[in-house]
């Protein structure tokens, strides 16, 4: 199965759209509800931080038999200095941003945690792209 | 401890879910930082805050979380209400500070998530 998604920077009333929709389609497919709720927190803290620190994204969604593959690619500032972003506490969120919940620097370490695989690149001035996949033992 | 027993012991008001007054509530946790909350792995958690947007509940429905009590007099909007009537999560109000609402809860058996 196949799902794409846009995502709006700056736009918080529709941030979490996509991890929904995942959501319904996964609760139909698998029975392991912590399978289903860590690839969900994974997508919508990927989803918040393209609200929250880009401009415009789109989520690439690939259900197969054995795995869940999920990209969020956006246009934005980019990350320089990547590793310093994984670390936790590691913040550049506006007073905007924390004033709806969020900027605790907690986002990426928490989308490694609930991934079984996950990769992050980016170029400064272009955009950020991340995969995150989940190994599924049946479907 | 359900949903009932909730709503009195912080004198809250239900604001939706009615229909889900039975639910049990094992542990609790509170914050305004909803990337705090999307760490939590445990299930049957109710969450205090005083975060009242629609990204509480859409953490609320990422994370499995069946209760959000909104403490420090929140308001709850009906964008909210609608978000989560339709992902079964039970809403209250609550007057009182956060720290006052987690205590109550805590004296009276909820356990804490760590
Ligand atoms: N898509 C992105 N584009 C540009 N910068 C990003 C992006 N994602 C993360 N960052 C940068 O990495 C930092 C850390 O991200 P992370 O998600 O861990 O924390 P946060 O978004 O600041 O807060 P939290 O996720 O806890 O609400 C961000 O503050 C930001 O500087
Ligand atoms: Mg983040």
């Known amino acids: 199965m196949h799902f794409e998604y846009n995502i709006e920077g700056g736009d918080f009333s529709k941030a979490g759209f996509a991890s929904s929709q995942l959501k319904k389609v996964l609760k139909q497919l698998i029975t392991d509800h912590k399978v289903v709720k860590r690839t969900v927190v994974a997508l919508y803290e990927a989803e918040v931080n393209v609200v929250a620190h880009a401009y415009l994204g789109v ?5 197969d038999t054995d795995k869940i593959k999920i990209q969020i690619n956006d246009k934005g500032p980019g990350i320089e200095d990547i590793s310093k972003a994984m670390e936790e506490g590691f913040s550049t969120a506006s ?10 620097g907690m986002g990426l370490s928490n989308i490694k945690n609930n991934s079984d695989d996950f990769k992050i690149t980016s170029e400064v001035g272009v955009g950020t792209k991340l995969e995150i996949i989940a190994y599924l033992k049946t479907i | 401890m359900n ?13 939706c879910g009615e229909s889900m007054i039975n639910t049990e509530i094992e542990r609790g946790f509170a914050s305004d930082l909803m990337s705090d909350v999307l760490t939590l792995d445990s299930d049957n958690v109710l969450l205090i805050t005083g975060l009242a947007n ?13 209760c959000i009590v909104f403490a420090r007099n929140k308001k709850i909007t009906k964008e909210m209400m609608e978000l989560a009537k339709e992902n079964n999560i039970i809403l209250i109000e609550c007057a009182s500070s956060v720290f006052k609402t987690a205590g109550k809860l805590y004296k009276a058996g909820i356990k804490p998530v760590f």
């Open chain 1, 59 to 63: 989520v690439i969604i690939d259900i």
């Open chain 2, 3 to 15: 949903i009932k027993e909730v709503v009195d012991i912080i004198g809250g008001k239900l604001i």
């Open chain 1, 95 to 104: 007073e905007k941003v924390r004033e709806m919940g969020f900027g605790a």
């Open chain 2, 54 to 66: 629609l990204q509480a509940i859409r953490t609320a429905e990422m994370s499995d979380i069946s």
